[in-house]
């Protein structure tokens, strides 16, 4: 059934990303998007973490991807006209794609040895009360200063909105 | 029972409760919309629906029969994908909420232990504002996908106007949750359990009054309903994101609004008004509190059958009256108080607060667009961020 499941959204999340790409309308390419964060949210969820599942949704989904949205309405983009590829496209583009799958496949072979297999259920410390803990005890110091990260790119999109009304 | 495993058991029990919840729902969310029409009626010094059926019951019947048997027209220039996409999403995501909304306490039926709730997550209270947040798209979709620059507008002011409320909406729930220490709507209902002094609308050791008073009006921004309902101001706009709709395409926008303003209603039910618990304790005599209210209806509706204005109602006042006398009957019996009395008081605050809902569309006036945003952004955010943050001293502080 965890398999089954696993799969049903794995490969929605993989198709959707595709189609991020291939679409030429951004509005289809948001929505393929938000498609890519659900079926995360929904994969997160099988794993164990419900409190990221649903936060991937509320920030991913629910926030980000509707100023998108919002952005992309607002300035009423138009979809875009294809050209043709270029000779290094052509050329480059399947083997470098191969490459980058073999070598991150690698990667994942090297650090994770196929001894620790994924088991579904098998993850607890993903509720909540965990999380707040792990945030507020363990990784109080990356927390803070990302929090500090985002309070300076809010002050900067201030500036230059300041800027532009003078 | 016999010869069934817990899981059977389970599941047949599961199936019932989903069928029996999707079906009150759907009647609520039709009477609704009559018992919208008839207060705003008598705020206006007018009868409202009369005709069909007694007082304008079969109205909702009738307005259901119209929308599904009228033509179902996709406009030419539509995106026509998201198009017919956007108003699943809206009534989706509208109706699944309801599924984590605890009704009552465990029950026990035939010797099986059941929660009046469909699942009771430990993520609850975020489960719900990830739908709510996802039912944005069905509006902005709708307004983009229909190719018209009203619904544009439409779209573009609700989705502004949904992302700006969530954040003192979000900042409103998340206080009372400071003072009941869970996220699952069930436990947080327990957590209550006592009286009135025991909501966390008062609930020591910082009442969570303003709190509640933000999430109502964020409430009335994120359903779009008046004084915010902007992006369907009728006389800027034609009808806002759902111009283009028609048939049962616009009925789901219309279920979609009036299913969140009910699944609003129960989320302030739960979190600040302690769900089904009674306003004071059984043994001071709460538990009376329905039958007494059944009876003087009853009462009533026999007084006015004897002195009756017109010849007819000689006969359907009492008729009234004995329905109500049997309801007050029931609430006497002992076997079905354990679920039935809870029930009465759930849905006796979530009504009050539709009421509230119903009164104030017919009191105020709509927001100048500018006015609305600059509310939230000046003085919601700030207000709620204020209260969060005592709420956060207080219950730090507290022994």
Same mark, same amino acid.
């Given at each position: 059934?965890?398999?089954?499941?696993?799969?049903?959204?794995?490969?929605?999340?993989?198709?959707?990303?595709?189609?991020?790409?291939?679409?030429?309308?951004?509005?289809?390419?948001?929505?393929?998007?938000?498609?890519?964060?659900?079926?995360?949210?929904?994969?997160?969820?099988? *794993?164990?973490?419900?409190? #990221?599942?649903? /936060?991937?949704?509320? $920030?991913? !989904?629910?926030?980000?991807?509707? &100023? @998108?949205?919002?952005?992309?309405?607002?300035?009423?983009?138009?979809?875009?006209?294809?050209?043709?590829?270029?000779?290094?496209?052509? *050329?480059?583009?399947?083997? #470098?794609?191969? /490459?980058?799958?073999? $070598?991150? !496949?690698?990667?994942?072979?090297? &650090? @994770?040895?196929?001894?620790?297999?994924?088991?579904?259920?098998?993850?607890?410390?993903?509720?909540?009360?965990?999380?707040?803990?792990? *945030?507020?005890?363990?990784? #109080?110091?990356?927390?803070?200063?990302?929090?500090?990260?985002?309070?300076?790119?809010? &002050?900067?999109?201030?500036?230059?909105?300041?800027?532009?009304?003078? | 029972?016999?010869?069934?495993?817990?899981?059977?058991?389970?599941?047949?029990?599961?199936?019932?409760?989903?069928?029996?919840?999707?079906?009150?729902?759907?009647?609520?969310?039709?009477?609704?919309?009559?018992?919208?029409?008839?207060?705003?009626?008598?705020?206006?010094?007018?009868?409202?629906?009369?005709?069909?059926?007694?007082?304008?019951?079969?109205?909702?019947?009738?307005?259901?029969?119209?929308?599904?048997?009228?033509?179902?027209?996709?406009?030419?220039?539509?995106?026509?994908?998201?198009?017919?996409?956007?108003?699943?999403?809206?009534?989706?995501?509208?109706?699944?909420?309801?599924?984590?909304?605890?009704?009552?306490?465990?029950?026990?039926?035939?010797?099986?232990?059941?929660?009046?709730?469909?699942?009771?997550?430990?993520?609850?209270?975020?489960?719900?504002?990830?739908?709510?947040?996802?039912?944005?798209?069905?509006?902005?979709?709708?307004?983009?996908?229909?190719?018209?620059?009203?619904?544009?507008?439409?779209?573009?002011?609700?989705?502004?106007?949904?992302?700006?409320?969530?954040?003192?909406?979000?900042?409103?729930?998340?206080?009372?949750?400071?003072?009941?220490?869970?996220?699952?709507?069930?436990?947080?209902?327990?957590?209550?359990?006592?009286?009135?002094?025991?909501?966390?609308?008062?609930?020591?050791?910082?009442?969570?009054?303003?709190?509640?008073?933000?999430?109502?009006?964020?409430?009335?921004?994120?359903?779009?309903?008046?004084?915010?309902?902007?992006?369907?101001?009728?006389?800027?706009?034609?009808?806002?994101?759902?111009?283009?709709?028609?048939?049962?395409?616009?009925?789901?926008?219309?279920?979609?609004?009036?299913?969140?303003?009910?699944?609003?209603?129960?989320?302030?039910?739960?979190?600040?008004?302690?769900?089904?618990?009674?306003?004071?304790?059984?043994?001071?005599?709460?538990?009376?509190?329905?039958?007494?209210?059944?009876?003087?209806?009853?009462?009533?509706?026999?007084?006015?059958?004897?002195?009756?204005?017109?010849?007819?109602?000689?006969?359907?006042?009492?008729?009234?009256?004995?329905?109500?006398?049997?309801?007050?009957?029931?609430?006497?019996?002992?076997?079905?108080?354990?679920?039935?009395?809870?029930?009465?008081?759930?849905?006796?605050?979530?009504?009050?607060?539709?009421?509230?809902?119903?009164?104030?569309?017919?009191?105020?006036?709509?927001?100048?667009?500018?006015?609305?945003?600059?509310?939230?952004?000046?003085?919601?955010?700030?207000?709620?961020?204020?209260?969060?943050?005592?709420?956060?001293?207080?219950?730090?502080?507290?022994?």
């Amino acid at each position: 059934m965890d398999v089954i499941l696993f799969l049903v959204f794995a490969i929605i999340a993989v198709v959707c990303a595709i189609n991020v790409v291939v679409q030429t309308h951004p509005i289809s390419s948001a929505i393929s998007l938000v498609g890519v964060m659900g079926s995360l949210a929904v994969l997160y969820l099988l *794993l164990g973490a419900e409190f #990221l599942a649903a /936060a991937q949704v509320i $920030v991913y !989904a629910g926030a980000i991807m509707v &100023l @998108f949205v919002f952005v992309i309405m607002l300035l009423n983009a138009g979809s875009e006209i294809k050209k043709g590829r270029s000779l290094t496209v052509q *050329l480059l583009g399947v083997p #470098l794609l191969v /490459a980058f799958l073999a $070598v991150m !496949a690698y990667f994942v072979q090297r &650090l @994770f040895p196929s001894t620790t297999m994924v088991h579904f259920g098998g993850f607890t410390g993903g509720g909540v009360r965990e999380i707040g803990r792990a *945030l507020f005890s363990t990784y #109080l110091l990356p927390f803070e200063v990302t929090s500090i990260l985002i309070l300076i790119a809010i &002050l900067g999109a201030i500036v230059l909105a300041r800027k532009e009304m003078d | 029972m016999h010869g069934l495993t817990s899981e059977q058991i389970f599941f047949i029990v599961t199936v019932i409760k989903v069928v029996v919840v999707f079906a009150v729902l759907m009647t609520v969310l039709a009477y609704l919309q009559w018992v919208e029409r008839k207060v705003i009626a008598h705020i206006q010094v007018r009868p409202g629906p009369y005709n069909v059926g007694w007082h304008g019951l079969l109205q909702p019947l009738a307005d259901v029969i119209k929308l599904v048997t009228k033509e179902d027209l996709i406009p030419p220039h539509v995106n026509k994908l998201l198009y017919i996409l956007a108003p699943f999403l809206a009534i989706t995501m509208a109706l699944l909420s309801i599924a984590v909304i605890p009704f009552g306490p465990k029950i026990t039926v035939a010797g099986y232990q059941t929660y009046m709730q469909l699942a009771d997550l430990n993520i609850g209270v975020l489960f719900i504002l990830a739908v709510s947040s996802m039912g944005v798209y069905g509006i902005a979709l709708a307004g983009w996908s229909s190719n018209n620059k009203y619904s544009l507008l439409g779209g573009l002011r609700s989705s502004a106007q949904m992302i700006s409320y969530e954040l003192p909406l979000s900042l409103a729930i998340a206080a009372p949750l400071l003072i009941s220490n869970t996220l699952s709507l069930h436990d947080l209902v327990m957590r209550q359990a006592g009286g009135i002094w025991t909501w966390n609308i008062l609930h020591r050791p910082f009442p969570q009054i303003f709190s509640f008073i933000i999430f109502m009006i964020a409430a009335f921004a994120e359903t779009n309903r008046v004084p915010f309902d902007l992006p369907e101001a009728e006389n800027e706009l034609v009808a806002g994101f759902h111009t283009e709709y028609s048939s049962m395409k616009f009925a789901s926008f219309f279920m979609a609004e009036y299913a969140n303003m009910i699944t609003v209603c129960c989320m302030g039910t739960v979190l600040f008004l302690g769900g089904w618990i009674a306003p004071w304790p059984a043994k001071y005599g709460s538990s009376l509190v329905p039958v007494v209210i059944f009876a003087l209806a009853g009462l009533m509706a026999f007084y006015h059958g004897v002195n009756s204005a017109r010849r007819r109602d000689e006969f359907s006042f009492p008729a009234v009256g004995v329905t109500f006398l049997i309801c007050a009957a029931v609430f006497l019996l002992p076997m079905v108080q354990q679920w039935l009395l809870p029930l009465f008081w759930f849905c006796a605050k979530v009504g009050a607060l539709l009421f509230v809902f119903i009164w104030i569309r017919g009191t105020l006036p709509r927001f100048r667009y500018d006015q609305l945003m600059g509310f939230t952004w000046k003085f919601l955010f700030p207000a709620a961020m204020l209260n969060l943050l005592v709420t956060g001293f207080l219950v730090a502080l507290r022994p």
